[in-house]
Structures are given as C-alpha cells and as structure tokens.
C-alpha cells in the first residue's frame, strides 16, 4: 500500500448532514481497501478562482494508505456526486 493525501472541495452551501454522508461514502471506500491516518476539516475557504459561479468552498484534506484501484473509485466517485466540487490525491513520498 501506498501512502496519499487527498483534497475534497464540497459545494459550500451544502447541509452539513449531506456532507458528512457523502464524506462517509468516501471513506468507506479508502477503508474497504486501506486505512486513514488524519482527517483535517478546514472548513469554509475561500476558492484560488471561481467554479461555476461559486467563490467558497468546503475544504476536507485526508492523508491515508491505499490501493492504487483505490484511487480510481474516489475519482470516479467524486465525478458523479453532486455535493463534490473539485477533488485532488497525490502519492506522498516515503
């Protein structure tokens, strides 16, 4: 397993009961195949530009150990979730 750390951007008007159940599903899917190590919540911060019209966002940054099959399903996960603005995972070096 490798070592990542990942950025989840959620829509910063979305209910807090929606996120933490479109969070869970996420996790869910890190834990199935690996663990978690830190989840840091930043909380409501302002956007680098605009997306869709939006200048905020819900920031939650994850530092895990995964499968690299992992990987594909949150990316492929945060496309087709609503609530999910913008979502980035690097490999972090040994």
Known sequence: MRKYEGVFI???NLEEEDREQIFD???G???????ITKIDEWGNRKLAYEIDDLTEGYYIVVEFEAETSTIDELDRICKITDGVMRNMIIRVDE
């Not at 899917?29 to 663990?35: C, K, P, R």
């Open 29 to 35: 899917v890190i834990e199935s195949h690996g663990s």
């Open 25 to 27: 599903r996420l996790k």
């Open 10 to 12: 959620f829509l910063p």
